[in-house]
Structures are given as structure tokens and as C-alpha cells.
């Protein structure tokens, strides 16, 4: 019988760690998928097929000096244990040649973990029929993707942690014949007909406004409804140039304002990362485990940065389990009060923005971030949808964007898994609301 992931990543984890000599440390981690991938225009298949893939990173330790090194595997035990055996004596040849590193950091960490999530997905010969058919007579366009996802680490130090996870992504936009579009993500463990279609349905009533002749906004500043599609994009920003501790040593996170006592956010603002989604794993590839949950920011105040082990030999910060890129990982927005079916009535006149495009960095130091509004973003009018808007350039700092200017935020969340596929389908996500804000800065 075929072995699972699991049993290969432990049998050719403990086949690395008996090849271990004397002084020598490892962390060994490994990420595998089995996945089914369609890609899709014009409501027709265009390309599909099965993605079958594992490989293992290590990190090895000796004489003072850090070697990382990967290999891909074949599922072949004994080609596989050849492959594993041959990394691992050309990185011992190769790490003397290394300088010593400084703020070496070896894991000591021996805990042990568990997770595996099992979804209800659709039959592989059932999905083409089930998503094209609700989208006959729209030009649709998308990848869908579903199976399974698994990550584990092993480490010299005892530490053996197992994450797996069945879940699907359907990443879709619909387009009419003047270019205009409407962006979505469907995504989750369990398939749902019926809120497939109910979407599909939302996205048909959508086009009938985009018919409309385009509103050419001022530049200016804008009451704004920004959803959850929306603020999906601006998370990024919580880990580039984000919460890490080590930026915030370094001076080039945008949240040392925040952290000195010279910027704040609102009260309604919380942030959390939150393994309970099930979206990422809570260890890594230190074999460190994060907590549960780690509140970031509480009621606008900022409670706990991101510090990895490095960090915390570098500068002194105990460790709370972040990788070495110290990035946030299944990220939660907390919820609030106001009904998102009373978002276009409590917006009034503004924008009702959809979906953001093209964001960066404009001023790191202030936290300005800039980007383009896009696809179904709407003018409204006391309480009323009007007319699409011409896409805009905006420029504006999160300092107000989740401080001042929040007005309020909605009590649904959405919870959207990652949609990233290079080189292989990727875990995490976020849970996000949505968020009424004040004076919106579109300059373009």
C-alpha cells in the first residue's frame, strides 16, 4: 500500500537524523500536496489536470556555521533516502566554507503537535459540471483548485509537528463587454452548491449596475465602504515592513511610530494571529510552536510584535514561535457592530470599494500606503447605488485607515484562504470584516 505523506516525511526525517555525526544539528521540513487544478475563461475549460508533489527543507547546524538546503522527492523510498543522504554530506562539505554565523540560532524546542483538518470536496469528474454550469451566457474567468495540503517539521532537538488540510480555492472574476468586472473568492474545506450559486447569482445582479455609465470622481477626500475582498490586499502590510520585532529594532517597520507612543490606532481596530482557523500551521520550521492565538493589536494599542529566534538571540526579545521572516500568519480582524447589509445605507454618499489593485508602500515611515481601486467599485448616493466609478489612485496612511477615520466595522467576517499557487498551493489566510471609514484619500 502507498505510504501516506506523514509516514514518508517520518521515515526519511529519522533516515536524515541516523546520518547525523557528531556536532552536526538539523531541522527538517517538508511540504506536500496532491491537487486538482482547473483553469477556466469564457466559462470553458481550458486547462486542467493533477499536481502530485513533495519536498523537504532543511537547515543544518555545525562548528557555529547555518547551511540551508531543499530536495524534491520522488516517492521511491530508496531513491528518495539516496537523495536525502547525498544533501546532506554535500552541505557538510559546503558549510565549512561558510562564515561563522553570529546570531546563530539552534532550536532547543522538543514539542510535539498534531492537526488534520478533512473537508468535503467535490469529485474531481464532477467539478468542470458544477462550476461552469451556474455561469452559462458570462464570460468567466478563473483557477479553481482543491486536495490535500500537508506541512511537517522534525528537528534533532525532539521536536515533531504534523499539519494537513483539505480545502479548495475558486479564485473567479466576471467581465462584461465594455471591460468592466466583478472579482471574487470562493474558498473552504466543505464545497456548498448552494452558496456557489448564491454567489454566482450576487455576481449577475452586480453587472446590471456596471452597465451604467462610469462616474468620473474629483480627487479628494471620500466617505468609504471598504470590504472584505478588499481589505484582504491591505493585509500584506502587517508583515511587509510589518509587526516584525526585529524591523521594529532595525527602524524599518512602518508601526515604530505605533510602538513609541507616536501614532495609535482606533479602539474599534483588533488584530489577532489565530491558528483556531485552521488556515497555517502553528509551528515553524524551527519546530517552535506559536500560541493559539497572539493579539497584535487591542482596541488600537499594540500588545505584541512577531519575534523569532534569531531575534531574540540578536536582541535579547523572547521568541514567540514567528519564522525567521517574522511575517504574520492567519491573520484575524476582529469583528464589530455595524450590519453589513446596512453597509450602502450607513456609507450614505461615498465609495462602496470592492476591490483594491496594485498597493505599495508609499511613505513606510508614516505606514502611507498607496494603490488603485478596482473592478465593481461603486458611487453611492444617500443610500443608493448610482453609478460605477472610473478606477482611482489612492494614497493613505493606515494610521487613519484603522485609526481616526474607522468609523465603524461590520459584524460578518469572511474567511479567505490563500489563493497563492507558485510553485505550489500555499497555506494561510485571513478573517476579515469589513470597514466604514472617513475621508479616503484618492488623489488620481
Known amino acids: 500500500m502507498k505510504m501516506s ?9 529519522d533516515f536524515m537524523l541516523s546520518e547525523l555525526l557528531e556536532g552536526e544539528k538539523i531541522s527538517i521540513s517538508f511540504s506536500g500536496e496532491k491537487s486538482y487544478f482547473m483553469r477556466f475563461s469564457k466559462a470553458k475549460v481550458r486547462q486542467n489536470g493533477m499536481v502530485d508533489q513533495g519536498y523537504f527543507s532543511c537547515t543544518f547546524w555545525k562548528k557555529n556555521r547555518t547551511h540551508d538546503f531543499r530536495f524534491g522527492i520522488q516517492m521511491s523510498m530508496e531513491k528518495d533516502k539516496r537523495m536525502a543522504a547525498e544533501a546532506l554530506q554535500e552541505a557538510r562539505d559546503s558549510i565549512m566554507l561558510l562564515p561563522e554565523d553570529k546570531y546563530q540560532s539552534i532550536p532547543e524546542a522538543s514539542q510535539t503537535s498534531s492537526a488534520i483538518y478533512t473537508g468535503k470536496l467535490l469529485p474531481e469528474d464532477k467539478i468542470p459540471e458544477t462550476i461552469l454550469s451556474p455561469v452559462k451566457g458570462l464570460d468567466f474567468a478563473g483557477l479553481y483548485s482543491q486536495g490535500v495540503i500537508c506541512k511537517g517539521v522534525i ?8 499539519f494537513q488540510t483539505e480545502n479548495f480555492v475558486f479564485d473567479y472574476s466576471v467581465w462584461l463587454e465594455n471591460g468592466r468586472g466583478i472579482k471574487s473568492l470562493y474558498s473552504g474545506t466543505e464545497w456548498s452548491d448552494a452558496q456557489y ?28 465602504f471598504i470590504s472584505a475582498d478588499a481589505l484582504l490586499d491591505v493585509t500584506d ?8 520585532e526585529r524591523s521594529m529594532q532595525q527602524g524599518s517597520s512602518a508601526y515604530l511610530a505605533l510602538k513609541e507612543g507616536r501614532e495609535h490606532f482606533s479602539d474599534k481596530f483588533n488584530l489577532t494571529q489565530d491558528f483556531s482557523l485552521g488556515l497555517e500551521p502553528a509551528f515553524n520550521s524551527n519546530g517552535e510552536l506559536a500560541p493559539e492565538k497572539l493579539s497584535i493589536i487591542e482596541k488600537g494599542k499594540l500588545k505584541n510584535t512577531l519575534v523569532s529566534l534569531r531575534t531574540e538571540t540578536q536582541y535579547g526579545v523572547k521568541s514567540n514561535g ?20 446596512d453597509a450602502v445605507k450607513e456609507l450614505g ?19 502611507r500606503v498607496t494603490g488603485m481601486t478596482r473592478f465593481a467599485c461603486l458611487w453611492v448616493e444617500d443610500g443608493k447605488i448610482v453609478a460605477p466609478i472610473a478606477d482611482m489612485r489612492w494614497d493613505e496612511s493606515l494610521y487613519n485607515m484603522f485609526g481616526e477615520n474607522l468609523l465603524a466595522v461590520t459584524k460578518e467576517s469572511r474567511i479567505f484562504a490563500n489563493t497563492g499557487t507558485y510553485g505550489r498551493r500555499s497555506t494561510g489566510g485571513a478573517s476579515l470584516p469589513g470597514i466604514l471609514v472617513k475621508d479616503f484619500n484618492c488623489t488620481l
Not at 502590510?237 to 516584525?244: A, H, Q, V
Not at 461615498?350 to 505606514?367: H, K, Q, V
Open 197 to 224: 450559486k448564491a454567489k454566482i447569482e450576487q455576481a449577475r445582479k452586480g453587472l446590471e449596475v456596471l452597465h451604467t455609465p462610469q462616474k468620473k470622481l474629483a480627487p479628494g477626500k471620500y466617505k468609504a
Open 155 to 162: 528537528t534533532s532537538a525532539g521536536a515533531s509537528h504534523w
Open 322 to 341: 514567528a519564522p525567521l521572516s517574522e511575517s504574520m500568519r492567519s491573520i484575524l480582524i476582529g469583528a464589530g457592530n455595524l450590519n453589513e447589509a
Open 349 to 367: 454618499t461615498g465609495i462602496y470599494i470592492s476591490n483594491f489593485n496594485y498597493l505599495n508602500w508609499s511613505d513606510t515611515s508614516s505606514a
Open 237 to 244: 502590510f502587517f508583515s511587509w515592513n510589518g509587526f516584525s
Open 5 to 13: 505523506f506523514k509516514e514518508y516525511f517520518e521515515s526519511i526525517a
